[in-house]
């Protein structure tokens, strides 16, 4: 069997131009949401010197939120977002300004307001916290060590 060029399947990138029109099927935001803290998110403007255009800030914002509901990896993450690259460095960036506290914090005010918030129910989860199995390492007693019998 002979296999030319044309039966190969067509390679395509993710980060082509067309990933910023492509249409979120189900968004993690209503558009109330997204316009409530739409100001916090700053859009990259074009420069003169040129380079890829800058992906807008809601589809990484959509795609950020789909990682972190889902629990999936930052490769998993579907071809109708962003570049999973370019999502995980708008999340890291956002993290460090504490966007994402401020954001939050107008969404909460906004869910109290409507009452759709029962402040008596609370959850914990440590999934992510270290499990302390005995003490420190830190903490233990430093003993002298009796020298070997074979000296």
């Not at 100001?39 to 380079?51: H, I, Q, S, V, W």
């Not at 071809?79 to 401020?102: D, I, K, M, N």
Request: net charge positive.
């Amino acid at each position: 069997m002979v296999l030319t060029l044309r039966w190969w399947p067509r390679r395509c990138h993710r980060n082509s131009a067309s990933t910023t029109e492509r249409t979120i099927r189900n968004p993690q935001l209503s558009d109330a949401q997204w316009f409530l803290i739409a100001d916090l998110f700053p859009e990259k403007e074009m420069t003169r010197a040129g380079g890829r255009p800058p992906i807008a800030a809601r589809p990484c914002l959509e795609g950020i939120l789909w990682v972190l509901r889902s629990g999936a990896r930052w490769k998993d993450l579907p071809r109708e977002f962003p570049s999973y690259v370019t999502c995980w460095r708008r999340f890291h960036a956002w993290s460090q300004s504490g966007l994402w506290r401020r954001a939050w914090g107008r969404l909460v005010i906004q869910l109290d307001d409507l009452g759709q918030i029962d402040w008596r129910v609370l959850l914990a989860d440590g999934s992510f916290s270290r499990a302390k199995k005995g003490a420190l390492r830190s903490a233990w007693v430093a003993r002298e060590k009796a020298p070997r019998s074979c000296c």
